[in-house]
């Protein structure tokens, strides 16, 4: 099959690097997603090459050419490089093979690029574009695959999942960044090989889990994972959301009900400028994983009712050992972990009323995560009731409103008592120790009750205050 493209729909850089290996005497194609992306109108900001030539012979094409090179990837056959602000990678044709217990692919370089692109994950990743003539190799139909969203593997599904597990994850990605159905042969070649992901490395799952979370479809890629058993090994808390039937009770579905607020909560993610730019793995992770402590707390009450008394602590706990388990980052386990734990926190404001300092509280307690906690908090919003969901809006609308003017009158996200750790012991006549963290926290309570009353009644308070606990020699 062969296309001519408008090389304008090409970065200069490519056609250049193109003309730099022909003239050499070598070939090279652009291949992969860059290739797919070129007919879903998407930019591709790192390009992947593949050539004939050998990483040595690659070097000695590029190394005066490219701004920066590296050699990382070179047992691989991949040489790494920057030009023009773009990061390439030019590797040489692969004929791969993995050992079936083991995490580490056995790489033999190959001659032919038909043979290079068989061993690609699926047909519409399996397309290149050979440069500088600008012409298409599509050996496995990717192009008629990717316009009928349709995902596919070259060869048969299992030979591709025996020879990387990761691509199982791969497919539930695809599925929500591009929208794409997989045939059902992938999704049964799937389901009866979910266990062998487990001999993947964590930070290689938690990379496509990312991603999946972050596509445009995340809800796709959840049940895919879901239907197919992969979640149960990567991700059993969300399966476990599916809770037993029971007429009687009449409880939601949880886990249809968990993704709904992940899709809602992409809804509301701000644009680049706004406070929380989309696409924003926390947000939408803790949107997915918010209820999955009810599993653990579901109690039938003697009314009838279902309660999930702490839920959200529970919730918070295995978040965060998931979390763990998949090697993410200990600031980003912090993000997800607090949304889950005070997603809760705004129930009960529209009947009971909060005061200045319960409003100072939450969003002292919220942090920096106030502004995904706002997004959230709405997003938990899934009845089919319209009064009641109104009734729900209108109160978060009012603690927003209420959390602003009082913005106005005092820093919330900085709320300090008014006397710091020195000052305390200077009054007191203490020295550091515990004292000092009581009276402190004494302080701020007091803050938060009363908001800034000066350091002068500040003072005076502390003194009453640690005279009646016997504290320092005031």
Same mark, same amino acid.
């Given at each position: ?73 070179? $047992? ?61 190799? $599509? ?5 008629? $695959? ?106 939601? $579905? ?221």
């Amino acid at each position: 099959m062969t296309q001519l493209f408008d090389t304008s729909s090409l970065h200069p850089v490519s056609l250049e690097l193109g003309r730099l290996f022909a003239d050499a005497g070598y070939e090279l194609s652009l291949v992969g997603g860059p290739v797919r992306d070129l007919f879903l109108d998407r930019d591709a900001l790192d390009l992947d090459f593949t050539t004939n030539a050998t990483p040595d012979q690659t070097l000695a094409v590029i190394k005066k050419w490219a701004d920066a090179h590296w050699e990382i990837g070179r $047992d691989f056959g991949t040489i790494g490089m920057r030009k023009a602000g773009l990061q390439l990678e030019v590797t040489t044709y692969r004929a791969e093979a993995y050992d079936p217990d083991s995490r580490k692919p056995v790489v033999a370089f190959g001659e032919d690029l038909t043979e290079d692109l068989r061993r690609r994950d699926f047909t519409v990743n399996a397309m290149a574009l050979r440069l500088p003539d600008l012409e298409l190799v $599509d050996p496995f139909g990717g192009i008629k $695959d990717l316009h009928a969203g349709v995902l596919r593997t070259p060869g048969t599904p299992e030979d591709s999942f025996t020879d990387d597990p990761l691509r199982m994850m791969r497919a539930a990605r695809f599925s929500s960044q591009l929208g794409l159905e997989v045939a059902e042969p992938v999704r049964e070649a799937m389901t009866a090989m979910a266990e062998r992901i487990e001999i993947v490395s964590a930070e290689r799952v938690r990379e496509e889990l990312v991603k999946l979370v972050c596509g445009a479809y995340p809800r796709r890629g959840i049940e895919l994972m879901t239907d197919t058993g992969l979640a149960q090994i990567v991700l059993p808390e969300v399966p476990a959301l599916k809770l037993e039937t029971d007429e009687a009770h009449h409880h939601k $579905d949880v886990y249809q009900h968990s993704l709904t607020v992940m899709e809602q909560a992409a809804e509301k993610e701000s644009d680049a400028d706004g406070p929380v730019p989309g696409p924003d793995f926390a947000l939408r992770f803790a949107a997915l994983m918010h209820d999955v402590g009810k599993p653990a707390t579901r109690r039938f009450e003697p009314s009838g009712a279902v309660s999930f008394r702490h839920h959200e602590l529970v919730g918070a706990k295995l978040t965060r050992k998931r979390m763990k388990a998949l090697r993410f980052d200990n600031d980003t386990i912090k993000k997800v972990t607090r949304l889950v734990e005070l997603h809760m926190r705004f129930y009960g404001y529209g009947e009971a009323g909060w005061t200045d300092s319960a409003v100072r509280r939450y969003v002292r307690d919220a942090g920096d995560q106030l502004e995904r906690l706002h997004r959230l908090t709405r997003s938990d919003v899934t009845t089919r009731n319209k009064r009641k969901a109104t009734r729900l809006a209108n109160a978060y609308d009012d603690l927003e409103r209420r959390i602003a003017e009082l913005r106005e009158q005092e820093q919330l996200e900085a709320v300090r008592p008014e006397l710091d750790g020195q000052q305390i012991m200077e009054i007191l006549g203490i020295g550091p120790g515990p004292e000092v963290g009581r009276a402190y926290k004494f302080l701020l309570e007091m803050r938060l009750d009363e908001g800034a009353v000066g350091e002068d009644v500040a003072r005076e308070r502390l003194i009453e205050w640690a005279k009646s606990k016997g504290i320092g020699t005031v």
